[in-house]
């Protein structure tokens, strides 16, 4: 049974940074491609970037500079540092594993940034 779950969300201030994280179990960990995505309300989930098994990563151009993706295949977790962050930011931000299970995402974390 392949289970992935997101940390670390919360309430946060405006400039301020966060460090979320995603666990998977079930899966060859450390050959999936890990991504993660945000919804923020009245909006289309949008994809923020990717971490493959050896730590390349990929970003979307609205978030380079700002989010780091990077990750512990002995922990089976991926990590997204968010900076300078921006009430823009307020989301539910989701972790995806991408392998030769299939595809599963978690439940979310909440994420909110006061001004």
């Known amino acids: 049974q392949v289970q992935v779950v997101e940390s670390g969300g919360g309430l946060v201030q405006a400039g301020g940074s966060l460090r979320l994280s995603c666990t998977a179990s079930?899966?060859?960990?450390?050959?999936?491609?890990m991504d993660w995505h945000r919804q923020a309300p009245g909006k289309q989930r949008e994809l923020l970037g990717s971490i493959a098994g050896g730590g390349r990563t990929l970003y979307a151009d609205s978030v380079k500079g700002r989010f780091t993706i990077s990750r512990d295949n002995a922990k089976n977790t991926v990590y997204l540092h968010i900076h300078s962050l921006k009430p823009e930011d307020t989301a539910v931000y989701y972790c995806?594993?991408?392998?030769?299970?299939?595809?599963?995402w978690g439940q979310g974390t909440q994420v909110t940034v006061s001004s």
């Open positions: 995806r594993s991408r392998g030769s299970v299939g595809e599963y």
């Open positions: 079930g899966t060859i960990f450390m050959a999936d491609v």
